[in-house]
């Protein structure tokens, strides 16, 4: 076991890159596993994009191979937050794997859902 990684997420299964878009917008960019190891990793730029005030979070889905039910709580969290703040949350380009699994709890239907970022952030391409 590498004891360097007890009690927090291994950096190399989850990456977040997130950035702001327009003026209440947040883009996140997870690629790898979203889970209950990773899901701070995703859930703490959720938060702090909500407390800076940029209450539209899109969530680029494409790199996402998999979300388990921790994960899809960190999103259903965080669209109450931004729901709450006047916001919501996007997600786009979905794997079959993760929209499945949004498929099946019925959270696709709390979500709004694109195939592509373009649509997501109109304007900005």
Known sequence: MDRQHIGSAQPAR????ARAVDG?????VPVGELDHHTAELLRAPL???IDAGRVRLVVD?????FCDST????????????????????LVAM????ARVFRITGAEAVFTVHDTLATALPGSG
């Not at 989850?14 to 890159?17: D, G, I, K, N």
């Not at 931004?82 to 949350?89: F, I, K, Y």
């Not at 794997?95 to 993760?98: D, G, H, M, T």
């Open 14 to 17: 989850l990456r977040v890159e």
């Open 24 to 28: 209440d917008a947040e883009l996140l």
């Open 47 to 49: 938060d702090a994009a």
């Open 61 to 65: 889905c494409e790199g996402l191979g």
């Open 71 to 90: 994960g899809l709580n960190v999103l259903l969290g965080a669209r109450l937050r931004a729901e709450a703040a006047g916001g919501e949350v996007h």
């Open 95 to 98: 794997r079959p794997a993760v």
